[in-house]
């Protein structure tokens, strides 16, 4: 501090000491406190706070007072206040790399001045990569609770810890019962007993918001009684699926359609809350992944599964969007190295990733220098499990049925197996092992699993949420976004016609619309019913050579319906959608003279239109050529195989490439560029 004359001011420190700080001779201490009374008041006070390392917190003061004001902040440094660089303003940002505390000093041109109470910053070495981009300081747990079995009489510690600004305040539950004396972030039981079982909760509040830790079970176990491990659970379970088939620059593909509705049909029966898309752009790819890491965090389960095009380069995968041009080339093609390393940094209790695809190794021509991109190893979390369609620099093939339904066959039977309750890497063991006695792919097909799974975790593991929780809430609302559906509305048109307007998803962006008369009034004879859309959007299901039997599936939901129609691509919509419901009629009194009347109803934005994946002013994916009858069909036993549905179309001498080191762990890394 600037040096004065004469008396000393005895400033509190963090530590409870007093250190002197000189002011003018004379300015008594009494006096000057007085006249602080009328002259400057601190009306805002910085707030204390809890963050990661290195996380760049805003202190701010606000204070008023009569003419200009002057601030100075102060921190410790080697047990001496020393005043911090530029902190001269009434906001201080500031990176902490351990615990610090500051004070600021408030003073006007009239020499008078008055100090902010300290405050501290503690910084709690947690990964600060849960913190949502714009944290506004509402609590955020890093250290959750863990269920426990304990035998009579021995010491039980179940430990929570968060970040906030201001430093949050702990409450203890155990049965849904509040424990009064429990308020700190650990809640120590000498010695257990049958009273102490339960389920055990922490309610992390402060002036922001409130969080929720995951509960925790504790169970009393008797010494004949094995202190088996308590069943993983997850506090929700999140899944993408992508399907791409209509490419405009590569062969169109027929199976993504089928897996990926049969495969969100048995992820619900999990309890999983799943969106899934059709027919995605490179733009719509990417956004649809970043809302779907939002929806995950501490002890959620995330799935992300991909069917279509892709390829292998340098040890990564690489998924082709629809708008994909020729040759391949990473920066028009989505990494899914990059999808995986993200899902990781939500610290998700189990992320699983399914990749229908094939591995061909593909790259830059002979005549450039192999280029391959250096191994950036995450921090080795153990909870991720990959499962691939078929091992490296081979292809993944599709296989229909004398009926015309097409499917990936590693799906075919990942479908067969989902639904048990084991260990997620048992299912993908089953799945390669039907898949090698396949006699469609013997020889052409082997399923690889990767995975750094070190707890028995399964998909059928049950959910168990703290309940009304700020996190859920905010995932619930996230997630509902893209699955509201336009509500049923009953129509009276003018010449008493009732039309009832339903609506069904089939996936997150694909909306079927059914348009049933209910009553034809009495005088309107002979009555029809037409559907249109504004704007107008593609039925990629309808074309030559569709399955009946696939059209069947998704139509199924139409019986007893006069109209429908099936409206997709529902991510490109910039503008709330209109249907124009049309009634064809003959009246009695006028002939046989046909006679139309038409109404529109507003059903906004409805599916995942919600989310916005295509940005305003953008126009989507070019549609692929609706042109089916280049494919080659090999009839085996009622069977057809696709050799190269799935397969890049400029593959190079794969001999220039070096596959990537395999192992059972998946390669947890991503471009250099990351």
Same mark, same amino acid.
């Given at each position: 501090?600037?040096?004065?004359?004469?008396?000393?001011?005895?400033?509190?420190?963090?530590?409870?000491?007093?250190?002197?700080?000189?002011?003018?001779?004379?300015?008594?201490?009494?006096?000057?406190?007085?006249?602080?009374?009328?002259?400057?008041?601190?009306?805002?006070?910085?707030?204390?706070?809890? /963050?990661?390392?290195?996380?760049?917190?805003?202190?701010?003061?606000?204070?008023?007072?009569?003419?200009?004001?002057?601030?100075?902040?102060?921190?410790?440094?080697?047990?001496?206040?020393?005043?911090? %660089?530029?902190?001269?303003?009434?906001?201080?940002?500031?990176?902490?790399?351990?615990?610090?505390?500051?004070?600021?000093?408030?003073?006007?041109?009239?020499?008078?001045?008055?100090?902010?109470?300290?405050?501290?910053?503690?910084?709690?070495?947690?990964?600060?990569?849960?913190?949502?981009?714009?944290?506004?300081?509402?609590?955020?747990?890093?250290?959750?609770?863990?269920?426990?079995? /304990?035998?009579?009489?021995?010491?039980?510690?179940?430990?929570?810890?968060?970040?906030?600004?201001?430093?949050?305040?702990?409450?203890?539950?155990?049965?849904?019962?509040?424990?009064?004396?429990?308020?700190?972030?650990?809640?120590?039981?000498?010695?257990?007993?049958?009273?102490?079982?339960?389920?055990?909760?922490?309610?992390?509040?402060?002036?922001?918001?409130?969080?929720?830790?995951?509960?925790?079970?504790?169970?009393?176990?008797?010494?004949?009684?094995?202190?088996? %491990?308590?069943?993983?659970?997850?506090?929700?379970?999140?899944?993408?699926?992508?399907?791409?088939?209509?490419?405009?620059?590569?062969?169109?593909?027929?199976?993504?359609?089928?897996?990926?509705?049969?495969?969100?049909?048995?992820?619900?029966?999990?309890?999983?809350?799943?969106?899934?898309?059709?027919?995605?752009?490179?733009?719509?790819?990417?956004?649809?992944? @970043?809302?779907?890491?939002?929806?995950?965090?501490?002890?959620?389960?995330?799935?992300?599964?991909?069917?279509?095009?892709?390829?292998?380069?340098?040890?990564?995968?690489?998924?082709?969007?629809?708008?994909?041009?020729?040759?391949?080339?990473?920066?028009?093609?989505?990494? /899914?190295?990059?999808?995986?390393?993200?899902?990781?940094?939500?610290?998700?209790?189990?992320?699983?990733?399914?990749?229908?695809?094939?591995?061909?190794?593909?790259?830059?021509?002979?005549?450039?220098?192999?280029?391959?991109?250096?191994?950036?190893?995450?921090?080795?979390?153990?909870?991720?499990?990959?499962?691939?369609?078929?091992?490296?620099?081979?292809?993944?093939?599709?296989?229909?049925?004398?009926?015309?339904?097409?499917?990936?066959?590693?799906?075919?039977?990942?479908?067969?197996?989902?639904?048990?309750?084991?260990?997620?890497?048992?299912?993908?063991?089953?799945?390669?092992?039907?898949?090698?006695?396949?006699?469609?792919?013997?020889?052409?097909?082997?399923?690889?699993?990767?995975?750094?799974?070190?707890?028995?975790?399964?998909?059928?593991?049950?959910?168990?949420?703290?309940?009304?929780?700020?996190?859920?809430?905010?995932?619930?609302?996230?997630?509902?976004?893209?699955?509201?559906?336009?509500?049923?509305?009953?129509?009276?048109?003018?010449?008493?016609?009732?039309?009832?307007?339903?609506?069904?998803?089939?996936?997150?962006?694909?909306?079927?619309?059914?348009?049933?008369?209910?009553?034809?009034?009495?005088?309107?004879?002979?009555?029809?019913?037409?559907?249109?859309?504004?704007?107008?959007?593609?039925?990629?299901?309808?074309?030559?050579?569709?399955?009946?039997?696939?059209?069947?599936?998704?139509?199924?939901?139409?019986?007893?319906?006069?109209?429908?129609?099936?409206?997709?691509?529902?991510?490109?919509?910039?503008?709330?959608?209109?249907?124009?419901?049309?009634?064809?009629?003959?009246?009695?009194? @006028?002939?046989?003279?046909?006679?139309?009347?038409?109404?529109?109803?507003?059903?906004?934005?409805?599916?995942?239109?919600?989310?916005?994946?295509?940005?305003?002013?953008?126009?989507?994916?070019?549609?692929?050529?609706?042109?089916?009858?280049?494919?080659?069909?090999?009839?085996?036993?009622?069977?057809?195989?696709?050799?190269?549905?799935?397969?890049?179309?400029?593959? /190079?001498?794969?001999?220039?490439?070096?596959?990537?080191?395999?192992?059972?762990?998946?390669?947890?890394?991503?471009?250099?560029?990351?």
């Amino acid at each position: 501090m600037a040096a004065g004359h004469g008396a000393d001011l005895m400033l509190e420190s963090p530590r409870r000491n007093t250190m002197s700080v000189d002011v003018p001779s004379y300015l008594a201490y009494e006096e000057l406190l007085n006249r602080m009374k009328g002259g400057i008041v601190i009306v805002g006070p910085p707030v204390p706070a809890i /963050v990661p390392p290195n996380y760049p917190v805003t202190l701010k003061i606000r204070a008023e007072g009569s003419g200009s004001l002057f601030y100075q902040w102060f921190t410790f440094k080697n047990a001496e206040i020393i005043e911090v %660089p530029n902190g001269t303003e009434a906001d201080l940002v500031v990176c902490p790399r351990k615990s610090q505390s500051f004070v600021c000093r408030v003073s006007d041109q009239h020499l008078q001045f008055v100090f902010s109470d300290w405050i501290k910053v503690d910084v709690l070495d947690c990964p600060s990569s849960g913190l949502p981009v714009n944290w506004d300081g509402a609590p955020h747990i890093v250290i959750h609770l863990e269920s426990q079995k /304990v035998r009579p009489g021995k010491r039980v510690t179940l430990s929570c810890a968060a970040f906030g600004m201001p430093p949050p305040h702990y409450q203890w539950y155990q049965n849904g019962r509040v424990l009064d004396d429990q308020t700190t972030k650990v809640l120590q039981i000498e010695k257990a007993s049958a009273e102490h079982a339960g389920s055990y909760l922490c309610c992390v509040t402060n002036v922001n918001g409130e969080s929720w830790t995951e509960a925790a079970e504790i169970e009393i176990v008797t010494p004949d009684q094995p202190c088996v %491990p308590a069943r993983p659970t997850a506090t929700d379970k999140v899944a993408l699926l992508i399907g791409n088939l209509n490419y405009s620059h590569h062969p169109p593909l027929m199976a993504p359609t089928t897996d990926v509705y049969e495969l969100a049909q048995h992820l619900r029966q999990l309890e999983f809350r799943v969106v899934s898309l059709l027919d995605l752009s490179k733009e719509e790819m990417n956004s649809a992944i @970043e809302k779907f890491l939002q929806l995950l965090d501490r002890g959620v389960y995330g799935l992300f599964y991909y069917a279509g095009h892709g390829y292998e380069q340098s040890g990564r995968n690489y998924m082709v969007p629809i708008d994909a041009p020729r040759p391949y080339s990473t920066v028009n093609c989505v990494c /899914v190295q990059r999808v995986m390393k993200r899902m990781q940094e939500r610290h998700t209790a189990l992320n699983v990733i399914l990749l229908d695809t094939c591995r061909k190794w593909y790259g830059v021509d002979q005549r450039h220098a192999l280029n391959v991109s250096e191994v950036m190893p995450l921090a080795p979390l153990g909870n991720t499990v990959y499962g691939y369609a078929t091992c490296e620099d081979a292809e993944a093939y599709e296989v229909q049925d004398a009926k015309g339904k097409s499917t990936g066959i590693f799906t075919k039977y990942l479908n067969r197996h989902i639904l048990q309750p084991q260990k997620v890497t048992h299912i993908l063991e089953q799945v390669s092992e039907d898949l090698g006695r396949d006699p469609l792919v013997k020889g052409k097909q082997v399923c690889e699993v990767k995975h750094t799974l070190k707890e028995p975790r399964a998909l059928t593991d049950p959910v168990r949420t703290a309940g009304h929780t700020c996190e859920v809430r905010v995932r619930d609302s996230c997630w509902r976004r893209a699955n509201v559906l336009p509500e049923r509305e009953l129509m009276v048109f003018p010449n008493g016609v009732k039309v009832e307007l339903s609506f069904s998803a089939l996936f997150s962006n694909v909306l079927a619309v059914f348009a049933t008369v209910k009553d034809t009034g009495g005088k309107a004879q002979d009555c029809a019913v037409t559907l249109e859309s504004t704007p107008r959007l593609e039925d990629i299901f309808s074309g030559p050579n569709r399955s009946e039997d696939l059209d069947s599936l998704l139509m199924s939901q139409a019986d007893n319906t006069d109209s429908n129609i099936r409206l997709c691509c529902l991510q490109r919509l910039q503008k709330p959608l209109e249907i124009k419901v049309s009634v064809h009629y003959s009246n009695g009194a @006028e002939g046989r003279r046909r006679l139309t009347e038409s109404r529109l109803v507003d059903v906004g934005m409805p599916l995942v239109a919600a989310w916005s994946l295509t940005p305003p002013g953008a126009s989507g994916a070019k549609r692929a050529p609706q042109s089916y009858s280049s494919r080659l069909v090999h009839s085996v036993a009622n069977l057809s195989l696709r050799p190269h549905t799935r397969k890049a179309e400029n593959r /190079v001498d794969s001999r220039m490439w070096l596959p990537s080191s395999s192992g059972n762990q998946p390669e947890e890394n991503d471009e250099s560029d990351l």
